[in-house]
């Protein structure tokens, strides 16, 4: 949009929300018990292509920006912004949590903040 002068990037979220976590990985509870193997396959190999985006920019953003039909200009400028989003263990810090917790109550999901540790589970990561 930069680019068209049809619109620009006022702020980051990162610049006044602090921690969020922006992405998770949900599976049923059925491939949970039919297949866990197969969640630890997933796994590890999202962490592996992580660690592939987090340390090839210049491919990620060709092939990013092919896939989009973007400026390769718009997504690399995209990906500074983003990359710090990509975890190397598929964990949530706990400022991360803490926001999502606050969240619930703040969009009026839930009357009072949950037990976040009944949300997720870290079984299926790689050790």
Sequence with gaps: MEDQKAGRLLAPVSSYEGS???????ASDRLIQSDPDAIR???AAWLETAR?????KADTVKMEARIDQLPESVVSRD???TIGMFTSDCKFDSAA????????????????????????TEEFLPH
Excluded at 20 to 26: M, Q
Excluded at 52 to 56: G, L, P
Excluded at 97 to 120: C, I, Q, W
């Design 97 to 120: 949590l803490a926001t999502l917790k606050r969240g619930f109550v703040e969009l009026k999901f839930l009357d009072t903040p949950p037990d976040m540790s009944k949300l997720y």
């Design 41 to 43: 396959s997933f796994l």
């Design 20 to 26: 969020v976590a922006s992405g998770t990985f949900s």
């Design 52 to 56: 592939y985006i987090k340390t090839h």
């Design 79 to 81: 990906y500074d912004l």
